[in-house]
């Protein structure tokens, strides 16, 4: 088997797409709530075109491939993408993270695709702060979303919270309940304010306080049967059937296991989130490349893997929103 690994001896095996830089809310922590006009269209790469950079990428050890945005649904068509996707020889996973608008009438769909598992972006249980924080007032359709995930078998869902000082950390209870009362499975998301977002969204909240506050509800005892390729530590209530969830960028992060890379929509091939270097598979695409000298652009991205982000220092990307790069 062929293994993909960087400079820092990190197995590289799993690969986040972005699909579009489209999307249908206007998070505060994504674009700072301004409306980005999206790229157009042609912009982004075919199924195609995606299909063949998995294909390649495969052969190179890479096996879990996640579908991003800006908001993947909105892409016509995905499921095409699943399925082309599905039939690819060493790609053992596809999942997908989304903010659920559209997930309530494709969940079927994109489960008899082929699709494994999904993440759900939802940062508050309240309707007047889901239009703060997304400008839209669609809260029950990605209520709605989850459970038809749920009912299409795409399991575990998972659900991401952005927590925000003053803005939703005062829900943080709320959602740790949920795991005990609906068995959801939480993970709270430490802010990461990088590019023109830094000033104006709110304060990052610590896992470490986010741990503390929860305790209310009882002890939390550590969890490993959750498994996915995330960065994410994992504990539950004792007997509850939800899990909690922490990704902690900021405070605790975790890139001495990073194992992954990202593809733009626009066909670049990013190392790091956080980082601004990128390696252009499009152009190289159109004009008809290889395959040994894809693999070969495949391996220098990998080789411009940093060791790790200098976010807390303040040292962040500045070329692309969170939107642009798929999170
Ligand atoms: S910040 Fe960069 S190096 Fe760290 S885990 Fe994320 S992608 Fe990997």
New binding site residues.
């Given amino acids: 088997m062929t293994v993909l690994c960087d400079s820092w001896q990190r197995v590289i095996n799993y690969l986040r797409i972005s699909v579009t830089d489209h999307c249908n809310l206007n998070c505060l922590y994504c674009t700072g709530g301004v409306s980005i006009p999206p790229a157009p269209r042609s912009y982004a790469l075919t199924y195609e075109e995606i299909s063949r950079v998995v294909e390649v990428a495969a052969g190179l050890g890479i096996t879990t491939v996640r579908l991003t945005g800006g908001e993947p649904l909105l892409r016509p068509d995905l499921s095409r993408l699943i399925g082309m996707l599905g039939h690819i020889d060493g790609i053992k996973e596809i999942a997908l993270t989304t903010n659920g608008i559209l997930l309530g009438a494709l969940a079927e769909e994109l489960k008899t695709a082929g699709l494994k598992r999904v993440n759900v972006s939802l940062d508050t249980l309240q309707p007047e702060k889901f239009e703060k924080i997304t400008g839209s007032k669609r809260l029950s359709d990605v209520i709605g979303g989850i459970e038809a995930a749920r009912q299409a078998g795409l399991n575990p869902v998972k659900i991401n919270m952005v927590v925000l000082r003053g803005i939703n950390d005062n829900e943080i209870v709320d959602f740790a309940r949920k795991t005990i009362s609906d068995g959801w499975h939480i993970r709270y998301i430490e802010f990461m304010p990088f590019g023109a977002l830094k000033s104006e969204v709110g304060e990052m909240v610590s896992a470490e306080e986010i741990r503390e506050r929860i305790k209310i509800l009882g002890n939390l005892e550590p969890y490993t049967g959750e498994g996915g390729n995330g960065?994410a530590r994992y504990y539950r209530f004792a007997g509850a059937k939800g899990t909690i969830g922490f990704i902690s960028?900021m405070t605790e992060?975790?890139?001495h296991s990073?194992n992954?890379l990202r593809l733009t929509s626009d066909g670049h091939l990013r190392p790091?989130?956080?980082?601004d270097d990128e390696v252009d598979l499009k152009t190289a695409l159109r004009a008809g490349v290889g395959t040994e000298d894809l693999k070969e652009l495949i391996r220098r991205a990998v080789s411009l893997?940093?060791e790790?982000?200098h976010l807390a220092e303040g040292v962040g990307p500045s070329k692309r929103s969170m939107r642009g790069i798929g999170g």
């Fill in positions: 960065p960028p992060h975790f890139c990073c992954r790091c989130l956080l980082d893997k940093q790790q982000h």
